[in-house]
Structure formats: structure tokens, C-alpha cells
């Protein structure tokens, strides 16, 4: 049994594309700040020789089953926001390369209970750590409109945000939503059937990102790669939605997610990475062998 759920647990996106990028040097250092399943962190321990090192993160407790008997890992169960403290604690200061693949993993969507999926009933939880005591339901049920308003349009990039908040506020007067199906129930005028499962997907995802804060994780995560990698070091981010990805593509462009970069005395830009390569999305075969990957996208840079 332990074999099949190894198996399912994920099955990693971009596998050879997203390994390869890193440029595995033998005795070198790395990092893969989303664990899941594994799957990434087997591949370049294979490529890793006996002096190499990988840590890992994973702020889901699930994910510790699947941890690698091997004296080169360490897996951290803790959010990847929190890379450079966990990286000192472990008398690690520099690093040669950083894989991320941000998102949900299969195994936290096929978890019915875990409430990030559209095609279960369960209670609005949605968090990726159960230390975690704010869930789905706080959000659903104690934002102001104005709060779940933002949430929706920003998160979820719902035209219907307003009303929708609204909805959400007017039902919650008579009893408190509590499950996934009650939520799509209040919801229900706003889900045509040709783009229902589309638009309530924009739904969880918005709730989800504010649940467990991830794009303040993914700018605070990226804002301590310049200081962590080595010259020479690479990143190598896999993205499945617009605003992961164009955090992403700005800090790499620019090392921030706002404005126009630094420049010098001669009117260069004072940038810490230099994009490799094109975007690269998943092939035809991977994603009819993986349907999750369709959204993919990985970005590819190195430290100057």
C-alpha cells in the first residue's frame, strides 16, 4: 500500500525540463522548496554525487511520508516563505540552484476532506498545513464584502466579484456556509453550465491563496533567492495561474514586482538574475499523460 500512495501522491510536472535547468553540478547544493511527492527531489538526487546536499520544504504534513532515506536529503516541514532562516539553522548559507513548483499537489486536490477540489463535498478547510487554524470557512464566513470582494477579483480574476460577494454575505446572514457544496449552492446563479466548473475553480483558487497566503510566500520567497544562491546558481520555477507566473517573470526580469529596476552610473539595469532560455510549457504527450499539466510554465534564471 505505502508503494501506491508513494506513487499517486504526484506526479512531478516538467520533470526532466525543470531538473535540467538547474544544471546539477556533482558536489553542489540544492534546494527544492516544494517537496509533494518527491518526485523532483529523487531526480536530482540521482544526479547529485555522494558530496552533494538537497534540502527540501513542504509545509504539508502529508507530505512527510514520503520523505528519502538518504544521508544527502533533508526534508523541512515548513513553507518555503521561510527558506533562508531553515537554510541557516542548517549551516547552509549558499546554495547552487532552487527548483520550485508552486500549486496544489495531486494528492492535496484527490484528498476529498482537504476541500481543495470542485468535485467532492467537504468542509471549507483548503489549507496546505493543518497547524494552520485559519481555513476556507473564516474567509467565507467573517470577511467583510469588501474583503471578499477583493479576494475574488484579485485572486480568483472573477468579473462577477461584487455580486458574488454579496451573495456570499446576504447567505451567511441566515446560517454560516460550512461546506464546499453549501458555498456552490449560494453560487449557484452565477455558474452556467457550460462554464461552471471554470468559474467555481476561480472561486477556490482565489480562497485558497488568501487561506494560505501564497502570493505573499511566493514574493518573500523570491526576494531571498539573490542572497542564497551562488554566482553562477539557477532557478527553476514551474507556475500553473497568471499571478504566480507574473510574480515570476517580473522578479526575474527585474528583482522586483513593481516599477522599473535600478540602474547604474551609465543607465544599465542593476538586476540579480538574467533570464535562461525561452518559457517552457509541457509537451503534448505530458500533458495527456497528466491532465494538471496542462497550465504549466516553467522560467529559468541565473544569478549574477
Do not use: C, W
Not at 488568501?210 to 539573490?226: D, H, M, Y
Not at 499523460?289 to 541565473?302: F, V, W
Amino acid at each position: 500500500m505505502m508503494v501506491m500512495i508513494l506513487t499517486m501522491y504526484h506526479n512531478p510536472v516538467l520533470l526532466s525540463e525543470s531538473i535540467d535547468a538547474l544544471g546539477i553540478k556533482a558536489d553542489g547544493i540544492y534546494v527544492d522548496v516544494t517537496f509533494g511527492g518527491g518526485g523532483h527531489s529523487k531526480e536530482i538526487l540521482r544526479r547529485l554525487g555522494e558530496n552533494g546536499r538537497l534540502v527540501a520544504f513542504d509545509q504539508d504534513e502529508d507530505a512527510l511520508q514520503n520523505a528519502i532515506a538518504d544521508e544527502r536529503f533533508t526534508l523541512i516541514n515548513e513553507n518555503y516563505r521561510y527558506i533562508k532562516q531553515f537554510l541557516k539553522f542548517y549551516g547552509i548559507r549558499k546554495v547552487d540552484g532552487i527548483l520550485g513548483d508552486f500549486g496544489v499537489s495531486s494528492h492535496q486536490f484527490d484528498m476529498a476532506a482537504r476541500g481543495f477540489s470542485t468535485r467532492f463535498d467537504a468542509d471549507l478547510d483548503m489549507r496546505m498545513s493543518k497547524r494552520n487554524e485559519f481555513s476556507a470557512f473564516n474567509v467565507v464566513n467573517k470577511y467583510t464584502y469588501d474583503q471578499l470582494r477583493k479576494v475574488l477579483f484579485e485572486y480568483g480574476e472573477l468579473r462577477n466579484a461584487n455580486a458574488m460577494a454579496q451573495a456570499i454575505t446576504e447567505a451567511r446572514e441566515l446560517n454560516p456556509i460550512k461546506t464546499t457544496t453549501g458555498l456552490k449552492t449560494v453560487l449557484q446563479r452565477f455558474l452556467p453550465n457550460a462554464k461552471a466548473h471554470k468559474i467555481l475553480a476561480q472561486v477556490y483558487q482565489a480562497i485558497r491563496i488568501e487561506v494560505n497566503q501564497e502570493i505573499e510566500s511566493i514574493k518573500e520567497f523570491l526576494l531571498q533567492t539573490a542572497e542564497i544562491l551562488e554566482p553562477g546558481g539557477r532557478l527553476s520555477l514551474i507556475s500553473y495561474h497568471s499571478l504566480e507566473d507574473r510574480l515570476v517573470k517580473r522578479y526575474i526580469r527585474s528583482g522586483q514586482f513593481e516599477g522599473e529596476p535600478e540602474k547604474d552610473f551609465y543607465g544599465n539595469m542593476v538586476v540579480p538574475f538574467k533570464k535562461v532560455g525561452r518559457l517552457i510549457v509541457p509537451s503534448k504527450e505530458e500533458i495527456a499523460n497528466n491532465n494538471r499539466a496542462r497550465s504549466a510554465k516553467l522560467r529559468i534564471a541565473e544569478k549574477l
